[in-house]
């Protein structure tokens, strides 16, 4: 079974735009990287970015004047950046905070064949390329993961102790559950977010429609409840897999989640119920089916944990997040549902064509 799903995942995972909705061109007087057909603007910058998989992504960073926190965007399945960029502007504007989204490898203009071990490595190189160029500390970035996006994101954040936070839009809980109502977690499953989420140590926000047919609202309301530190979560009434953007809630709740997540780090730890203590080293994940801990309260009624009976044991390495980089991990390839899209409110008719596409593959 394994096998079989592997290589149906391999096929319906990524469905990169074909042909890409944009083309990079250097500006002739300033050698600046642009992407064609948007005009150049003074705030955003492109980028080609090396990952440690040999490949190269494109990404693009958006810089707002008042900004205290960066948002590192990875989007779903089946939209690149020149379908999503419109998007980042706006967010941008309204959220008061940079933005920085890429190409997964083998999407638009970025290098090599998509693949779930890819996907982790091209956000490492996006997370790596905003502490080294654009001085940005774990602390202010917060992670935005998009459908098959949040597996990346997952991935990222439970290996960042100190994260600002986390927003997990339309997510899986892993990619053989979309396929199947499996209970358990198998070998040979990608995207095993369902395990990941029990290591973020971030405020986590969940949005979800419940008209999703594409990956079911359970999804995100199973993640939600395993999550250490929950903020009030979304659910959008009749929402379906991509159109939550045109929601007056989206971008209402959004605003209202910034706003608390950006009080001082001191006053978020002095409320924040945490589970585990801090560390740099990856914890060992557990098993869902094994976890006899209740869920967490909401981000804004939660109590102060009383101090543990005895001392906890911290790690005497810390490792550096360099070399949690270098950890191996097993990767399967993805599957998805084919869909249509629909694009933003500020886009064009040419918009994204599917944020995200998967289809259901049922066992007879």
């Not at 991935?155 to 839009?169: N, S, W």
């Not at 094994?290 to 005895?310: A, F, L, T, W």
Request: aromatic share 6%.
């Amino acid at each position: 079974m394994g096998g079989v799903t592997s290589s149906i995942a391999a096929k319906l995972a990524f469905c990169p735009p074909s042909p890409s909705s944009y083309r990079l061109v250097s500006d002739e007087v300033t050698g600046l990287l642009l992407m064609n057909p948007f005009p150049h603007r003074e705030n955003v910058e492109v980028l080609k970015l090396p990952t440690r998989k040999g490949t190269e992504i494109v990404a693009v960073h958006v810089r707002h004047p008042m900004a205290t926190s960066t948002l590192l965007y990875s989007h779903g399945n089946a939209a690149d950046l020149g379908q999503m960029y419109e998007l980042f502007i706006e967010l941008s504007i309204h959220l008061k905070v940079n933005l920085m989204g890429y190409d997964y490898s083998g999407y638009g203009q970025s290098t090599g064949k998509p693949s779930e071990s890819h996907t982790y490595s091209d956000i490492e190189a996006a997370y790596k390329c905003l502490e080294e160029s654009y001085g940005a500390k774990q602390e202010d970035v917060i992670l935005y993961g998009q459908s098959v996006g949040s597996g990346p994101t997952l991935d990222l954040a439970a290996r960042l102790p100190q994260l600002r936070a986390a927003v997990l839009h339309s997510p899986i809980l892993s990619g053989l559950r979309v396929m199947y109502p499996v209970k358990k977690t198998y070998w040979f499953d990608i995207y095993k977010n369902i395990d990941k989420i029990t290591l973020v140590n971030c405020p986590v926000l969940v949005i979800h429609g419940t008209s999703d047919e594409v990956v079911d609202c359970s999804h995100g309301k199973q993640l939600w409840e395993l999550s250490k530190e929950k903020y009030e979560p979304l659910w959008l009434e009749g929402g379906s897999h991509c159109d939550l953007e045109h929601y007056p809630e989206y971008i209402k709740h959004l605003k209202k989640f910034m706003t608390a997540v950006e009080r001082p780090l001191s006053s978020r730890e002095s409320t924040c119920h945490s589970e585990n203590q801090s560390s740099d080293v990856e914890m060992p994940r557990q098993s869902v089916d094994r976890r006899e801990k209740p869920p967490r309260q909401s981000v804004d009624r939660r109590e102060k944990e009383k101090p543990p009976k005895g001392p906890s044991k911290k790690s005497k390495l810390r490792l550096t997040f360099e070399q949690h980089l270098d950890r191996s991990r097993r990767s399967v390839d993805l599957h998805d549902k084919s869909r249509k899209s629909v694009g933003h409110n500020h886009q064009t008719e040419r918009g994204r064509k599917s944020v995200d596409r998967m289809d259901r593959v049922r066992s007879e």
